[in-house]
């Protein structure tokens, strides 16, 4: 042992001395208690981590595509004719007082960077089977970078309502300047979904056949091809519940200035909120022993 | 100075019924309530000093991979502690997190961001990961049109560009060219002489020895020795030669067709423990044909630890297509190898099939076929398949002669 320290001893002398400083202990103990530890010094050191997973993940989506971004139109639009089709010439579904396409894709592109940030999120732990069983990251990183691709599509999308408002007619109001509020609060709750999917999904793999359904169920239940006006009764607490419905409530009054969102809609944001605290505990907790059973 | 400290760790995991899989599962309530464990760790402790080079070898299963994981903090121990001082970099596999679809250059800011380098830093040493990997010409093509000798090469040059304060690798030499393996072991000692502290897991005995000061012998989840590379590599190999290499399988009556043992035996039949490279040896197939199922043919094959396949050869191809077994009975059949291979791991692969079908088909045994006592273990070594008795003979030699107009060298 004393020759090894003692060699020891002279290359730490050759280190500069930031680098001896830089180094800290740290520990690998089994972990206790109900709550678990969320490391935000960690996290927040990872952030270029971040960036670049959700960078691969932008561009994984449009290698070898001939229509690339163009994607992120095509989608919305066919949802966008297929509603008007439906809901508006057969069931003549009110629009608030906005013509009824600005009113649906003002619903549809929120909805659609929630569903995409979903999926995505779901399989993003068990995307990265090989990266978990082989590296240590913070594992939150991977749903975290699961959701910013699609912030790329949700901004085309904004830009795609603006040229529709142009064309229809509506100008916006002064709620625009909240519209940036409301893309957070958008994150936040898609962030907070796809933490506990992909937690869930890292155990049980049902998650990626149930997801797919559930958002169909998910999409109707929302006021997006609706407006929130219309579910009246025993109804309204599908409302509440939904953290989404909230969000699209709001960025649509927010960009096109359709109804301010009322009490159901805040509730629903409060209910985001839960999603998001307690899909951070259930992830923690299954973090720390996910490389043992992905 | 103290770099890792290792205190009482144990690491259980439940076998069978695993913790994931489907709802299904989990809600099952024929669920075992008594579920068995396995024990990879168990109470496991040692300590290590900035600049070390530390060997872990063991078997398979011993809690090598284990170890390291929970070094790498990929992995939390049951109970005890881990504690490691400065960044911890892991080698478990050369080239996670590599994307096919993504160019070579994409794959290194990505890689590098995974095992913790900043962007800056990685643009820093892009050229020398690079150069190190000699892909220049190739970097903005997808790695998925790389040859894999070039896919390891990069995916090494950026793991060996992180600069850890301490590195845990696994079994990295199982894999490439032997010049790759000595730019890895020459890599790692170069961390060894800047402060850092290196844990080395491998089945090579003769690596270990060569590049570590100590090593750590663990036997089912437990310390067996720590001390220096040479004497725990000498216990190692003391218990290691006494095993037999033999397994057998239980009946079955619901097969046709089945294994009943598989075993290693000197030419004349019989069972050896530790078969030496210049000495023949057989393997011995024991099956069992309950059905009369028109005669069976018995292949053998023989796979190096990095999955080369150096001898496959069967009953049918020395006897001009006469099946051995005919009828019904218990057979024993044996291949007797001549002594030309290399000394190294072996796994046996079994394969036993009529004309219209085939019962068995699997690598039912490993062993270790060992050097001959004045053998030098080297590292070439693992890159040579045979070993025959080669003649060498000083054929002549002859003074040199000045080459006209320069004056002669020293």
Not at chain 1, 233 to 244: C, D, E, M, T
């Amino acid at each position: 042992m004393s020759l090894s320290s003692r060699a020891a001893a002279t290359a730490t002398e050759s280190l500069p001395a930031g680098a001896r400083e830089r180094k800290r202990w740290v520990e690998n103990v089994p972990s206790r208690g109900w709550l678990p530890r969320l490391d935000v010094a960690e996290l927040w050191a990872s952030r270029e981590l971040v960036l670049i997973l959700a960078l691969r993940n932008v561009k994984i989506r449009y290698k070898q595509t001939v229509l690339g971004v163009g994607w992120a139109i095509v989608q919305p639009l066919a949802a966008v004719a297929i509603f008007t089709i439906v809901m508006r010439r057969l069931a003549h579904i009110p629009s608030e007082g906005i013509p009824y396409p600005v009113f649906v894709y003002g619903g549809l592109a929120v909805w659609i960077y929630f569903a995409n940030g979903a999926t995505t999120a779901a399989e993003s732990l068990a995307q990265y089977r090989d990266l978990v069983t082989k590296v240590y990251f913070p594992r939150l990183l991977a749903p975290l970078a699961a959701v910013m691709p699609s912030l790329i599509d949700l901004g085309i999308s904004i830009l795609a309502v603006g040229v529709f408002m142009a064309i229809f007619g509506v100008a916006p109001g002064w709620e625009i300047v909240l519209l940036p509020l409301w893309i957070v609060a958008a994150v936040a709750t898609t962030f907070g979904v796809g933490v506990w999917l992909s937690a869930l999904n890292a155990r049980y793999r049902d998650v990626r056949n149930a997801l797919t359904f559930l958002l169909q169920i998910w999409l109707f239940a929302t006021p997006v091809a609706y407006p929130s006006s219309l579910v009246h009764g025993a109804w309204r607490f599908l409302l509440y519940v939904n953290p989404v419905a909230g969000v699209v409530t709001g960025f649509r009054w927010s960009l096109v200035g359709a109804q301010p969102p009322g009490l159901a809609a805040l509730v629903s944001l409060a209910t985001g909120l839960v999603v998001l605290a307690t899909g951070l505990v259930y992830f923690a907790r299954i973090e720390r022993r996910l490389a043992d059973f992905i | 100075m103290r770099s890792v400290e290792v205190h009482d760790v144990t690491k259980r995991y439940r076998i069978g019924d695993r913790w994931g899989g489907t709802v299904r599962d989990a809600l099952s309530l024929r669920r075992s309530r008594d579920p068995r464990w396995f024990w990879a760790l168990n109470g496991v402790s040692f300590a290590a000093e900035e600049g070390e080079v530390v060997g872990i070898l063991g078997r398979n299963g011993a809690g090598k991979t284990t170890v390291l994981k929970i070094l790498a903090r990929i992995t939390e121990p049951t109970a005890g502690a881990a504690r490691m001082r400065g960044r911890v970099g892991s080698l478990l596999e050369v080239g996670t997190g590599f994307h096919p679809e993504l160019s070579g250059r994409d794959n290194v800011f990505l890689n590098g961001a995974i095992l913790g380098m900043k962007r800056s830093q990685i643009r820093e040493r892009f050229d020398d990961i690079v150069e190190f990997a000699g892909v220049e010409r190739f970097i903005d093509t997808p790695v998925k049109r790389y040859s894999s000798g070039m896919y390891l090469r990069l995916a090494f040059a950026v793991a060996a560009h992180v600069e850890p304060d301490i590195v845990a690798v696994d079994e990295v030499l199982a894999v490439g060219d032997a010049e790759f393996q000595r730019r890895c072991l020459g890599k790692m000692s170069e961390f060894a002489r800047e402060g850092r502290t290196v844990f080395f897991v491998s089945h090579d005995l003769g690596a270990i020895a060569q590049m570590c000061e100590r090593a750590i012998w663990l036997d089912a989840g437990r310390v067996r020795h720590d001390g220096p590379a040479a004497r725990s590599i000498e216990l190692y190999v003391a218990e290691r030669s006494r095993e037999v290499p033999q397994v057998e399988f239980p009946r079955d009556e619901a097969k046709e067709v089945q294994l009943l043992s598989v075993g290693l035996t000197d030419e004349d039949g019989a069972q050896v423990d530790a078969p030496i490279r210049d000495r023949p040896f057989a393997i011995r197939v024991r099956f069992l044909v309950r059905r009369d199922v028109g005669g069976v043919d018995v292949g053998v094959s023989l796979m190096t630890r990095n999955g080369t396949r150096v001898l496959e050869e069967s009953w049918s191809d020395r006897s001009q297509g006469v099946a051995p077994a005919e009828g019904t009975g218990v057979f024993d059949v044996s291949m007797l190898v001549p002594p030309v291979l290399a000394a190294n791991d072996y796994a046996v692969g079994v394969s036993i099939a009529s004309p219209y079908q085939r019962f068995v088909d699997e690598e039912v045994l490993t062993f270790q076929l060992w050097p001959r006592p004045d053998d030098r273990r080297e590292l070439s070594d693992r890159s040579r398949l045979v070993q025959p008795e080669v003649g060498w003979r000083l054929e002549s030699r002859a003074p040199v002669e000045p080459v006209e107009g320069q004056p002669p060298s020293q």
